[in-house]
Every structure is written in C-alpha cells, then in structure tokens.
C-alpha cells in the first residue's frame, strides 16, 4: 500500500537510448510532480501537473517528455539519454496542487548513463 | 532557481543533544517546509509552517518562521541516531516547491 511508487528503481542504460519510468499515487492527490536529484543532493522540480494538466515546466530539455494518462499516473520519457542525464529523479504528489498540505515522495529511480 | 539556503551544511552531534538547523530564503513564500531524506531513499515531509505563523511544534521537532528575516529554523530535541539523515528547507509558492541545498546530520550513539 505504498504511497507514491516509482518504477524501476534503477536504470543503467547507453548514451542516446530512450527510456521511461513511471509513477503511481494511490493518495487521491491532484498534483504530480518529477523532480531531479543531482550528485550533490540539489533537489530541483522539472514538471508539474494538476488533474492531468501540465502547470509547471521549468526549463526542461524536450527530450523530457512527461505523460499523465490520468490524475494518479505521472510517466516521465526521456528521449536521446546523455551523460548529464544521470541522476536519481523523484516523483511526487500533493493534495488539490497547493504546496500547503506537504508533498509525499516517491523512493526515486538513480538513472545512470553509461 | 535555488531558494532555500541552509546552515550548516553539515552538522554531528551526539545522541540526546539537540541539533538546530536554519534556512534563509530569498523571496515571498506562502509556507516552509522542512523534509527528512535517509539515505538511497525518498524525501519525507516533517512539518509545514504558513507564513502567518511564527512558530509551530510536531514530537521532538519545533520549527520557526521569521518572514522579516526570510529565515526559519528547525530544533530536533533529545536526538536519536535514527535521526541522521539529510534535511531539506522548501519554500511554497505558486504551487512549486523550491527545495535548499540541504544538511547532513549526524547523530553519534
């Protein structure tokens, strides 16, 4: 009965390869969002989508490509992998897209591009 | 862009003292958060504090807010070694959560 689950939990794959991964919130929650977690712990937000509707983009290459099929799934592609690309990202939810009630995390996905 | 900024970056105490930890942010919030990460795991929310409020207690931790100051702090009380971990500032606004650098803390046994 896990919260926010994320899968796979790690992904080694080649440079240029495209790969997803995927989340599930079982929490009812209308907001979902990916965050990327750096070498140095520097957590930053990516997307955000509410009841399925992408509300914050910050800035993310293309290649990354989020997909909400509906308010409890938030997948996220990545097309054209690059070293840079290596990263553990987290997936999250919170209730009615205020940040006022706390987000629950998932336990990440560690991306690694070799 | 970044916006919590926390100190120190790391911080090792022994078992039973408190740890006290600080945030600066730069601009207008609507709340604080703070989060708990151990780690290879995921982030856990701790407490949340609005920016009406000034001060706000959950167990063993005391969180405060001082928007004149853009700062808060969080007190962990009579620590525990399960207690290390590494501990993020968030600030809320416009539906975005922009999280610091964060801190290591150590509890000794």
């Known amino acids: 009965d896990t919260a926010v689950s994320q899968t796979p939990k790690y992904l080694v794959t080649q440079m240029g390869n495209d790969k997803s991964i995927k989340c599930e919130q079982n929490?009812?929650?209308?907001?979902m969002y990916w965050y990327k977690q750096d070498s140095k712990k520097f957590l930053k937000i990516m997307f955000s989508y509410n009841n399925k509707e992408l509300i914050i983009n910050e800035t993310v290459p293309n290649r990354f490509s989020p997909k909400s099929p509906d308010k409890a799934h938030l997948n996220l592609h990545i097309n054209s992998l690059e070293l840079g690309d290596s990263a553990v990202y987290f997936c999250a939810s919170s209730q009615d897209g205020r940040e006022g009630k706390g987000a629950f995390f998932g336990q990440g996905t560690r991306l690694t591009v070799v | 862009s970044q916006q919590g900024e926390e100190d120190p970056q790391a911080l090792s105490i022994q078992e039973g003292e408190n740890a006290t930890m600080n945030c600066s942010y730069k601009t207008s919030i609507n709340n604080l958060q703070w989060y708990r990460q151990n780690s290879g795991r995921g982030l856990v929310h701790l407490i949340l504090i609005r920016s009406n409020e000034r001060e706000k207690h959950s167990g063993r931790l005391r969180v405060t807010l001082d928007t004149s100051k853009k700062s808060s702090s969080l007190l962990i009380t009579a620590s525990r070694a399960a207690d290390t971990a590494s501990y993020f500032c968030?600030?809320?606004?416009?539906?975005?959560?922009?999280f610091g650098k964060g801190i290591t803390l150590s509890v000794r046994p």
């Open positions: 929490l009812g929650h209308d907001t």
């Open positions: 968030a600030t809320g606004a416009n539906s975005k959560l922009t």
